[in-house]
């Protein structure tokens, strides 16, 4: 295999790239890629990426909101220096062996290869992630890391490897496009594309993810985030919590009411509920087994907590649910 050509270090010449698009993507992180380089062309006044679209096949691929996005068939792209795969949904599904071989040959040409969303899930498909850090979206987390134990699995929120890129999802995608904007035309310029969406600069690609989104965490409200995300299914006492993080209960409390405006205790249940409404919706689990997952003791007890946050009962969420499973 030719070695990647390194994207990341000042260059002025526009980067070639292509952007696979999958069925059943995210809008967003669609978006999230592809906006970024308009940006920095429109900024630039010259471009700064050079891109098409690429589809697996010779139709247009269809996102989850319903558009369509024709392309150039990947069995016919003759070669770029960045490839993105954008993916969503039904991964398993899309992971055709033409797919597959596609990515390996594009791959053997040193094209650098980058993954958004459901995307490195397909690139660790083909085995183009072995050896490398990668990350993909948090609710796939658990399973990339026990379906690739040869891929070095992180919960950052975009990571960076020799000829390999991926992110978690739509901002951290922003993020990680901000990155090779910086890296190749400085971190001014990236500024000022970031600026073009209200946004405050790219956060560092090690901030892990979280099932709550971007919060007002300090350090030591983040720690304690991070614990309590990491023990769903067995709850953590608060006491325990803070003593691992070198402070008081006390302590504990008054900065979360201060960051968060919530209390520790509110703050974990609020995780565990958020994962349980995820369970409920997106995967086939028993909801006895979505309850114990997600730290419930008894199925009435889950029932009574997810019916107060969520304001039905898991069943009828399940049934009136139709958003498709994630693989």
Same mark, same amino acid.
């Given at each position: 295999m030719k070695s990647a050509k390194n994207i990341l270090q000042p260059e002025h010449q526009p980067l070639k790239t292509a952007v696979l698009v999958l069925d059943e993507c995210n809008t967003l992180s669609f978006a999230a890629v592809v906006d970024p380089?308009?940006?920095?062309?429109?900024?630039?006044?010259?471009?700064?990426?050079?891109?098409?679209?690429?589809?697996?096949?010779?139709?247009?691929?269809?996102?989850?909101?319903?558009?369509?996005?024709?392309?150039?068939?990947?069995?016919r792209l003759q070669g770029c220096e960045l490839l993105i795969v954008v993916a969503g949904f039904q991964l398993a599904r899309q992971a055709t062996p033409s797919l597959l071989a596609g990515l390996r040959r594009i791959a053997e040409t040193g094209t650098t290869l980058a993954g958004v969303d459901g995307g490195p899930w397909l690139l660790a498909e083909a085995g183009l992630l072995d050896g490398h850090a990668a990350t993909t979206h948090w609710e796939d987390l658990d399973n990339f890391a026990s379906r690739f134990p040869e891929v070095d699995t992180r919960?950052?929120?975009?990571?960076?490897?020799?000829g390999r890129l991926t992110s978690g999802g739509a901002t951290p995608a922003i993020e990680m496009m901000l990155h090779i904007i910086g890296a190749r035309h400085g971190i001014g310029f990236a500024s000022r594309v970031a600026?073009?969406?209200?946004?405050?600069? *790219?956060?560092? *690609?090690?901030?892990?993810?979280?099932?709550?989104?971007?919060?007002?965490?300090?350090?030591?409200?983040?720690?304690?985030?991070?614990?309590?995300?990491a023990s769903l299914d067995e709850p953590l006492p608060l006491s325990y919590i803070a003593e691992s993080l070198g402070t008081s209960s006390r302590s504990?409390?008054?900065?979360?009411?201060?960051?968060?405006?919530?209390?520790?205790?509110?703050?974990?249940?609020?995780?565990?509920?958020?994962?349980?409404?995820?369970?409920?919706?997106?995967?086939?689990? *028993?909801?006895?087994?979505?309850?114990?997952?997600?730290?419930?003791?008894?199925?009435?007890?889950?029932?009574?907590?997810?019916?107060?946050?969520?304001?039905?009962?898991?069943?009828?969420?399940?049934?009136?649910?139709?958003? *498709?499973?994630?693989?």
């Open positions: 380089m308009r940006a920095a062309n429109r900024l630039a006044g010259r471009h700064a990426f050079d891109w098409d679209y690429v589809t697996p096949t010779d139709e247009p691929s269809m996102l989850t909101s319903g558009l369509t996005v024709p392309g150039i068939p990947l069995a919960q950052d929120r975009f990571t960076l490897s020799e600026g073009l969406f209200l946004y405050d600069g *790219p956060s560092a *690609p090690t901030r892990p993810q979280s099932r709550l989104g971007s919060q007002k965490h300090n350090a030591l409200t983040a720690k304690a985030n991070a614990l309590m995300e504990l409390q008054q900065q979360f009411r201060l960051r968060l405006n919530t209390t520790p205790q509110d703050h974990y249940l609020h995780l565990r509920l958020a994962e349980a409404r995820r369970l409920v919706t997106d995967t086939e689990l *028993p909801l006895m087994d979505v309850a114990m997952a997600t730290g419930f003791t008894s199925q009435s007890s889950f029932a009574r907590a997810f019916r107060t946050a969520h304001g039905s009962t898991a069943r009828d969420l399940r049934q009136d649910s139709s958003q *498709p499973l994630r693989h």
